[in-house]
């Protein structure tokens, strides 16, 4: 495994000059590298064979690699047009020398839709994507993110019915605990999931201690916030070793949503925090 970092963070407004000079800063060479539907991202456009040309050779150049593109797909829109900008993530993702692209599911609530309906219509709509992106060999990887993919139920049925070697899940460490789902439960969860995860977002929380245990419907005022990577609940440690055990060996992505909560000077400190935090559990396992 390797700690890797979304692109996002690299910026002034996190306190770095730009992708290069930040991967240098924190000793890394991989970003999650954001594409939206408008085939734009934080290294320029990428929407024809010339700009990812030049996408290349600015990677090349910098010896920087691409862990995984991530996508703003929503399954609720226009289900053509989301099948067609995740083909075209999936491009990018081989013109660049990327394995996988970080899906979602379905991102808003459709109040006539079953739990059935939302598996059936996710499950065609990522089969669709594989069989129109066989010659690239690309891993769509689902994250558990939003109300839908983070039921523990839907990601069985989802890698069910999809039942392809090129379909696996985006693992979110801290988006099951802001679900609902109690702090005892996640790690079950975790060695459950842990065969199919084809990319990592690692972040953390921390909830009031009366509820840690319990499982909470809905997001009550105060009772879960943002952590930083090496002071939630979630014992990251933990769940590097269960990823491990299962012959994981791909990127650790930091997603640290807890910079909220602190001022913007300390922002940039408490990402080197992180980093470092994740590279000390690799360095033990």
Known sequence: MFVAIRDVFLT???GFRGVVDGLKELSLRHIELHVDRNMNSIIGNVADEKSLTKAKEFLNSNNIEICAILLDNDFARDADSEIKYVVKGCKVAYELNCDVVRINAFMKIIHSFTMKDYVNRTAEYVKRCLNLTREYNISLAMENHGYIANDREFIREVISKVSSERFGLTLDTGNFYWYGYPLSELYDIYREFAPHVKHAHIKNYIVEDKYKNEKRLGLGIGRIQGAPIYEGDIDIKRVAKILHKVGYNHDL????????????????EIIRKDINHLKNILSLI
């Open 253 to 268: 992505t930091l997603e640290d949503e807890s910079l909220y909560r602190f001022d913007n000077n300390l922002w940039n």
């Open 12 to 14: 002034p407004k996190y």
